[in-house]
């Protein structure tokens, strides 16, 4: 072998062993100094890809990016979706979680108690979520928390949102207590949505419910201030003793019956507590001062209790006032 061609394997050897070393650092060298979400647009190119992830201070060459998907990632193509890319991350890190799809989930909770309005803010400003909103009704949407991934339809959350509460509605009419007023699974619902303003617990919403059933059975008006309150759009602290006099369909002192829709969206617990109320001889029922309430079956035991409450109101100011 000669000087020249001992010269040439020398420098071919080298050549592969510095390649090999190069690639190999680049492979493994850090890139994302902290996490970072990132959102992979359809038929973006790659060349863009890091064009945006620049700006993200993940600083990645076009050169050394092509290179560790030739020798690592052969088949390398992105899918779209938003992404979490982990502090600590490579090239080859980011350019497999691309080519896996492995995107965020994110989740959107609906609290009970919640009416439409609240629904429709929280919704609108949901991220990653896309497309207008329908008309919002009451009652109608099962209060839990949904999964979607960026981009989902704002409508078929909804969807999900509605079949999920019909499910629970046709289990709790099927296996309510015999012998109720209620004449079908809208009453129910409306009926629920009430209780799910007033109990603070499942305990107080068996017994708040035993309460409401009473009264519709002995054609009394459910005088419930949180039908008016919502009906006039107010806190149900606002509510005047004139107010109470109004004609309005959710003036539940004034009508007889349910209001025309639900007031919120009653959760699953409120619901079973329908369907296994406590059957009482209770008519009223009123704050004991400490977040629960005080159930009576006549009204002058009532009027006592009022008297309690109130009388722990001026106490509690008093000793606000020391």
Known sequence: MSLQQIAFLFFFILSIICSYWYISKIRNEVIVKQDI???????????????QLKPLNINISYLNWRIISLFYNKNFVPKAGEYLILKGSSISDVQKLFQNGHTVTRSFTLIEGWTANDLRVKIMNAKGLL???????????KPDTYNYKWGYSRKKLLIRMKLAQDLILSEVWQNRPKGDILNNKYDLLVLTSIIQREAKNFKESQLIASVFINRLNNNMKLQSDVTLAYGLN?????????????????????IYGLPPTPISYPGKDVMDALKSFKKTNYLYFVSNGKGEHRFSRTYSLHKKNIKLWKDNIVKDKQSGKK
């Open 37 to 51: 979400n990132f959102l992979l647009k359809k038929t973006i190119s790659q060349k863009n890809i890091l064009k």
């Open 131 to 141: 497309g207008k909103t329908p008309m919002l009704k009451e009652g109608i949407y």
């Open 234 to 254: 107010i806190s149900g602290k606002k509510l005047t003793k004139k107010m109470l006099r109004l004609s309005h369909p959710f003036n539940t002192y004034f």
